[in-house]
């Protein structure tokens, strides 16, 4: 007798817009959901017209509450939350639902930056996440983490099980290779790039530490490298220090803002760059130096959080906050092709190791088994 599919119901906001860790995370597992017969995808959005692709869409009636994350997931949350047509209910963006529910919940966590770096996350934010993410968590039958090093931060901070936590590890988009096209030179002169340069994508905000790898590339500079600086990100929260060092830089000329930057031409930039730089102090996963390396360019990133779990030995590790440290590296990455060469192969090698599909099945191997506890309770009682 066949069986019938889970279903399960996605916040999938997050997936909409101009895509970046979280976006693309959900992005891939609403995709490849949708392709996987043991499950019946339903889209939860907060408004008509958003849908993404061929899936099934709900929209609960939140009125205004639809005006902010923080009031719409919650308000979502309740009116799903005692569906007997629904096996599990997923939120993959971290926003706090807080509800307990009926059905069965599963959350994905990123990252805790808004409690581990409260002054980089909007006083708000970070007001939600000290206020309500513990009792999300709780709530949850099961927690996805995207690290090892996002796992400890939960654990430690929630005083949860270290069986409810299950790590998953994200990928880079297959469009992310080191083969050129004919498209490549016309995608770096529309946004007015030109080689050589190093690379550094990601938001612009404190944590990052993109000051840091300004002062790094100025030593670079004094040293007679005749490569640019390319930032490629949006502006995040808290600037101000990245402002300060960016108006007092003394080759101004030489440092390149693209703003965000989209999937298409993001493996270009890669894949051009003689080195991709991510001095940041704290990340959740670290999806950039993953592309980097799936593009075969070298990769020097800085050695906290989860970091060191995506890179492994395949690129450079610096100590966080060491800017003599990090142009050091730097310098001995571009004035050596063998170190390049070797850095290029050994990344490749390691992004091979992470893929979306796996991201999927390992998903849904979580919803059967929270399924299957709640099935067993139910029974019990």
């Not at 100025?218 to 930032?231: A, T």
Request: net charge positive; with cysteine.
């Amino acid at each position: 007798m066949k069986r019938k599919p889970i279903r399960v119901a996605v916040f999938a906001d997050s997936a909409i817009g101009d895509r970046t860790g979280i976006g693309n995370y959900t992005s891939h597992l609403l995709s490849g959901l949708s392709s996987v017969p043991e499950v019946e995808l339903i889209e939860i959005l907060p408004h008509q017209g958003m849908e993404l692709q061929h899936r099934n869409a709900e929209y609960p009636r939140c009125g205004p509450f639809r005006r902010s994350v923080y009031s719409w997931y919650p308000c979502s949350m309740w009116q799903l939350g005692n569906r007997q047509d629904l096996n599990i209910i997923h939120n993959p963006a971290q926003v706090p639902g807080f509800f307990q529910t009926q059905v069965p919940q599963v959350l994905t966590i990123h990252d805790l930056v808004p409690l581990i770096y409260p002054k980089e996350s909007k006083k708000s934010r970070t007001l939600v996440y000290r206020l309500l993410l513990g009792a999300s968590i709780r709530a949850a039958g099961r927690i996805i983490t995207v690290s090892e090093n996002t796992k400890k931060d939960v654990i430690r901070r929630f005083g949860i099980s270290d069986s409810k936590v299950v790590v998953i590890p994200l990928a880079a988009n297959s469009s992310y290779r080191p083969q050129a096209t004919e498209d490549d030179k016309e995608v770096l002169k529309c946004l007015g790039i030109k080689e050589p340069y190093i690379l550094y994508v990601g938001t612009i905000e404190g944590r990052k530490n993109v000051d840091l790898l300004l002062k790094a590339f100025s030593s670079l500079l004094d040293q007679g490298f005749q490569h640019s600086l390319v930032l490629a990100g949006k502006r995040g929260w808290r600037t101000a220090r990245f402002d300060r060092a960016l108006s007092g830089f003394k080759d101004r000329s030489r440092v390149q803002l693209t703003g965000y930057v989209d999937d298409n031409a993001l493996p270009v930039l890669y894949r051009h760059a003689d080195v991709f730089a991510y001095p940041s102090l704290y990340e959740g996963f670290g999806l950039p130096p993953l592309e980097a390396m799936a593009c075969g360019t070298p990769v020097v990133c800085s050695s906290s959080s989860s970091l060191p779990e995506v890179v492994g030995d395949a690129g450079i590790l610096v100590k966080p906050g060491d800017a003599d440290m990090l142009a050091q590296t730097l310098a001995q990455v571009l004035s050596s092709v063998n170190l390049r060469e070797s850095l290029s192969l050994r990344g490749r090698e390691r992004a091979s190791k992470f893929s979306w599909k796996k991201m999927v099945e390992s998903t849904v191997s979580v919803y059967k088994d929270v399924a299957k506890e709640n099935l067993l309770q139910g029974s019990q009682i």
